[in-house]
């Protein structure tokens, strides 16, 4: 049998086949099967080894206006994914390349070769480039170094401290001179791996009052930058215990995700005036300026072991909308991943 023939001619991609109203439900979703285009001048065609699912991608659901296009109904779903180049038409790249891309949800996928880029897997295992080394390190290296302006001797708060981006943003800052590095997760066994990954101190949100149990971390001596994966009592919290001059870096909210009616500001939110505070929100794809810089300092944490990575693996296409809703359940340490 020759190659030619030997290649997919179809692939299995998830579909939306309805908008979820509050937290997302199975029939939301739909596995289909569709036909792979014939490979043009320049594209390459890819299987996908890991597909990405992440919280951002709620809002893609709801067909409202945002920053990122709404998804369609009964289209496959897009995002993240990495994966092996076994067909090319592009002198850039060449079958066997692992490549990270943005057509998800799939098995295979048809796309131009200039629309990914090469992952080096000679640093880090493929699943690496769409956590630690991809766009969740770029996100929680810029976030907090750039948008959050940390800097050497500054406390540091980080809410949902034991997903993808909030278990990095915690030890860099620990890698990068912090006074203190306080993270919030939702389990008992979340916080042990906070401490266990150099965290000075963990706390789980459901024992207590936010405020109360931050306050406490922070020892008297308040914070001075926080990295807000999370928004509501978490961000209200913060806000009450940042010190003058303070940052806040508002990469998510991820209690407000599901809510089915507006949900209300920090009720202390005045504090931000004479505390002097900034509050800053920012998107991944604004801090790509960073990327040559971050991808060279991660490189060196994750060899020295500074900074190291927890993956939470689904296996199976089909299973991918579950993995999914589990994420956004918090089922997840680390970075949630769908292994093809």
């Known amino acids: 049998m020759s190659i030619a023939t030997a290649l997919p001619t179809s692939t299995r991609e998830i579909r939306l086949a309805s908008r979820p109203a509050g937290r997302p439900v199975p029939e939301n979703f739909r596995l289909a099967e569709s036909a792979l ?32 296009a709404p998804f369609a109904l009964d289209a496959a779903l897009d995002g993240g994914a990495v994966g092996e180049v076994i067909a090319s038409r592009s002198e850039a790249r060449k079958a066997g390349d692992v490549v990270v891309h943005q057509l998800g949800w799939r098995e295979y996928a048809v796309l131009d070769a200039d629309a990914t880029t090469v992952a080096r897997t000679d640093l880090a295992p493929a699943s690496a480039f769409l956590g630690a080394l991809g766009m969740t390190g770029l996100t929680a290296y810029a976030g907090l170094l750039k948008v959050g302006e940390f800097k050497p001797g500054d406390a540091v708060f980080v809410s949902g401290a034991a997903g993808a981006v909030g278990s990095l943003v915690g030890q860099i800052a620990k890698a990068m001179g912090a006074s203190r590095v306080i993270g919030s997760a939702g389990t008992p066994e979340k916080v042990a791996r906070l401490l266990e990954l150099g965290f000075d101190a963990a706390f789980n949100y459901r024992d207590a009052p936010v405020r109360d149990q931050l306050k406490a971390a922070a020892d008297g001596k308040g914070i001075d930058v926080y990295f807000d994966n999370v928004g509501g009592e978490h961000l209200e919290a913060a806000l009450a215990e940042l010190n003058v001059g303070g940052h806040v870096a508002m990469c998510g909210a991820i209690a407000q995700y599901n809510a089915t009616e507006p949900t209300p500001a920090p009720r202390n939110l005045m504090l931000a005036i004479g505390k002097q505070l900034t509050l800053r929100g920012f998107l991944v794809g604004g801090q790509r300026q960073h990327r040559a810089e971050f991808f060279e300092k991660m490189s060196a944490w994750l060899a020295d072991g500074s900074v190291r990575y927890d993956e939470t693996v689904v296996d199976g296409l089909e299973n991918a909308p579950r993995a999914f809703m589990d994420l956004l359940d918090g089922a997840n340490t680390g970075k949630m991943l769908v292994r093809l």
Do not use: A, C, T
């Open 37 to 68: 285009p014939e490979l043009q001048d320049g594209q390459i065609l890819v299987r996908n080894l890991y597909i990405s699912v992440d919280p951002y991608m709620r809002g893609r659901m709801n067909d409202v206006k945002s920053y990122s």
